[in-house]
C-alpha cells in the first residue's frame, strides 16, 4: 500500500509502532520495520547508555528504516543522544519540536511529532516537522481530549501539505481505510501492537487487552499522580480498569499525598505480572483486539484486510451489494 508517508519514510506499509516507553524494545520495533512498517522505539525512560544499546540491537536485527520516540516534557535532554545515533525518524510529542527540527534534519532524521488537537498540530507544522500524527482520546497511555474521527479531518484541513498519520483506536485493517477515507495517509497504533508475541510487556498485562472491551478502558490522572508524573495538561491515562483504578478512583487527593508509595505498588505488580496492581495502559481497541500474532503478522494482515476493504466502498456507496470484507 503506497500514501505520502510510504514514500517519505521509505517504508512498504504506512503503518506505524507507537513510541510506547513503556512497551517497547528493539525486537518489537524491528520486527514492525522488517514487516514493512515503521517500528518506533519509545526512549523517554531509557538512560543514553540503554538507548545506545537498543538502536544497536535494532540494527542488529534489520537494516530497514526506524524510529526513536521522546516525550519532550520529560527527556527533551535526550534528543542529542538520540540524534548522534541518526535514526530514520525523531519522533515526538508532548512538548514543542520546534528547537529539534533542524538539528534532526541535519543528521538526515525525518521529524514526527503527535499532536492531539488542532493548534498543536498547526505549530508542529509550522515548525517545519515532516509528518503529523493526529492522536485521539480513545488511544492508549497518555491522550488528550478529542477523539480521532473528529480530530483527524480537522488536522488534515488545517496542516497543509504536511502528511498526516492517524492514531487512537486502530487495531485492523478497518481503522487503517477509515483513517484513509478521513485524510490521514497512513496509521500509527500503540494498543494492537502491544498484544503481539514480540511486546516486552508483562503476559498478565497481554492477557487483559484480550480479555477487555473498550467499556473497561478509563481515562483519569490516577496513575500519573500515583507515578508523581507532571505530564501536561490535558494528558491524562487511557488504560483497563484493574483493582487499583477501582480503589483510587475518586481518591486524587489521596494519590497525590502518597504518590511515591502508590507508584512503588505499580513498579512492584508490574515486576510480579499482577495484573490488578499494574498500570494497564490500552486503548478503546482492546474491544477489537482477540489474538497475539507477531506484530510482522498484524502488519499484513491490516494492510490486506484495508486495501480488501477500499474496493468495496464504492460499490456500498453505489447501493450495490457487495460481500463483507475478508477479515
Ligand atoms: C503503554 C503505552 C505507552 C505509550 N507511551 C508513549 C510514549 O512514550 N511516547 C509517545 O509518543 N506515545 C506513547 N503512547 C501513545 C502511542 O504512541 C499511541 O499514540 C497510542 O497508543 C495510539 O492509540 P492506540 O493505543 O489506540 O493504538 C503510549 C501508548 C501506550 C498504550
Not at 508475541?197 to 503476559?203: G, K, N, T
Not at 508524573?229 to 494528558?235: D, G, K, N, V
Given at each position: 500500500m503506497r500514501t505520502r508517508v510510504t514514500d517519505l519514510l521509505g517504508i512498504r506499509h504506512p503503518i506505524l509502532l507507537g513510541g510506547m516507553a513503556s512497551g517497547t524494545d528493539a525486537r518489537l520495533v524491528a520486527a514492525v520495520s522488517r514487516a514493512g512498517g515503521l517500528g518506533i522505539l519509545g526512549a523517554s525512560t531509557l538512560s543514553p547508555e540503554a538507548i545506545?544499546?537498543?538502536?544497536?540491537?535494532?540494527?542488529?536485527?534489520?537494516?530497514m528504516?526506524?524510529?526513536?520516540?521522546?516525550?519532550?516534557?520529560?527527556?527533551?535532554?535526550?534528543?542529542?543522544?538520540?540524534?548522534?545515533?541518526?535514526?530514520?525518524?525523531?519522533?515526538?510529542?508532548?512538548?514543542?519540536?520546534?528547537?529539534?527540527?533542524?538539528a534532526a534534519h541535519e543528521v538526515?532524521?525525518?521529524?514526527?511529532?503527535?499532536?492531539?488537537?488542532?493548534?498543536?498540530?498547526?505549530?508542529?507544522?509550522?515548525?517545519?516537522?515532516?509528518?503529523?500524527v493526529a492522536q485521539g482520546h480513545e488511544g492508549g497511555g497518555h491522550v488528550g481530549l478529542?477523539?480521532?474521527?473528529?480530530?483527524?479531518?480537522?488536522?488534515?484541513?488545517?496542516?497543509?501539505?504536511?502528511?498526516?498519520?492517524?492514531?487512537?483506536?486502530i487495531a485492523d485493517g478497518r481503522g487503517l481505510a477509515a483513517a484513509l477515507a478521513l485524510g490521514a495517509e497512513g496509521v500509527?497504533?500503540?494498543?494492537?501492537?502491544l498484544a503481539t508475541r514480540e511486546a516486552p510487556i508483562p503476559d498478565g498485562w497481554k492477557r487483559a487487552i484480550l480479555d477487555a472491551g473498550g467499556q473497561d478502558t478509563i481515562y483519569s490522572p490516577i496513575i500519573d499522580l500515583a507515578n508523581e508524573a507532571p505530564w501536561p495538561s490535558p494528558a491524562a491515562v487511557r488504560a483497563i480498569r484493574n483493582a487499583f483504578l477501582e480503589r483510587w478512583l475518586g481518591k486524587e487527593e489521596e494519590?497525590?499525598?502518597?504518590?511515591?508509595?502508590?507508584?512503588?505498588?505499580?513498579?512492584?505488580?508490574?515486576?510480579?505480572?499482577?495484573?490488578?496492581?499494574?498500570?494497564?495502559?490500552?486503548?478503546?481497541?482492546?474491544?477489537?483486539?482477540?489474538?497475539?500474532?507477531?506484530?510482522?503478522?498484524?502488519?499484513?494482515?491490516?494492510?490486506?484486510?484495508?486495501?480488501?476493504?477500499?474496493?468495496?466502498?464504492?460499490?456500498?456507496?453505489?447501493?450495490?451489494?457487495?460481500?463483507?470484507?475478508?477479515?
Amino acid at each position: 500500500m503506497r500514501t505520502r508517508v510510504t514514500d517519505l519514510l521509505g517504508i512498504r506499509h504506512p503503518i506505524l509502532l507507537g513510541g510506547m516507553a513503556s512497551g517497547t524494545d528493539a525486537r518489537l520495533v524491528a520486527a514492525v520495520s522488517r514487516a514493512g512498517g515503521l517500528g518506533i522505539l519509545g526512549a523517554s525512560t531509557l538512560s543514553p547508555e540503554a538507548i545506545e544499546a537498543e538502536v544497536a540491537l535494532i540494527r542488529e536485527l534489520t537494516p530497514m528504516p526506524f524510529g526513536v520516540n521522546l516525550l519532550l516534557w520529560s527527556s527533551a535532554a535526550k534528543v542529542e543522544t538520540v540524534l548522534q545515533l541518526q535514526p530514520a525518524v525523531l519522533s515526538t510529542a508532548w512538548g514543542d519540536p520546534a528547537p529539534h527540527v533542524d538539528a534532526a534534519h541535519e543528521v538526515g532524521a525525518l521529524v514526527v511529532h503527535m499532536a492531539h488537537d488542532v493548534p498543536t498540530a498547526v505549530a508542529a507544522a509550522r515548525a517545519g516537522v515532516d509528518l503529523v500524527v493526529a492522536q485521539g482520546h480513545e488511544g492508549g497511555g497518555h491522550v488528550g481530549l478529542l477523539s480521532t474521527f473528529t480530530l483527524l479531518p480537522q488536522v488534515v484541513d488545517a496542516v497543509g501539505d504536511v502528511p498526516v498519520v492517524a492514531a487512537g483506536g486502530i487495531a485492523d485493517g478497518r481503522g487503517l481505510a477509515a483513517a484513509l477515507a478521513l485524510g490521514a495517509e497512513g496509521v500509527l497504533m500503540g494498543t494492537r501492537f502491544l498484544a503481539t508475541r514480540e511486546a516486552p510487556i508483562p503476559d498478565g498485562w497481554k492477557r487483559a487487552i484480550l480479555d477487555a472491551g473498550g467499556q473497561d478502558t478509563i481515562y483519569s490522572p490516577i496513575i500519573d499522580l500515583a507515578n508523581e508524573a507532571p505530564w501536561p495538561s490535558p494528558a491524562a491515562v487511557r488504560a483497563i480498569r484493574n483493582a487499583f483504578l477501582e480503589r483510587w478512583l475518586g481518591k486524587e487527593e489521596e494519590v497525590r499525598r502518597r504518590g511515591r508509595e502508590l507508584g512503588q505498588g505499580l513498579a512492584a505488580g508490574r515486576r510480579e505480572d499482577d495484573r490488578e496492581e499494574m498500570a494497564l495502559m490500552a486503548g478503546e481497541a482492546v474491544g477489537l483486539i482477540n489474538d497475539l500474532p507477531s506484530a510482522g503478522e498484524v502488519v499484513e494482515r491490516t494492510v490486506k484486510e484495508a486495501e480488501g476493504i477500499l474496493p468495496q466502498l464504492a460499490a456500498r456507496a453505489s447501493g450495490r451489494a457487495a460481500p463483507k470484507a475478508e477479515r
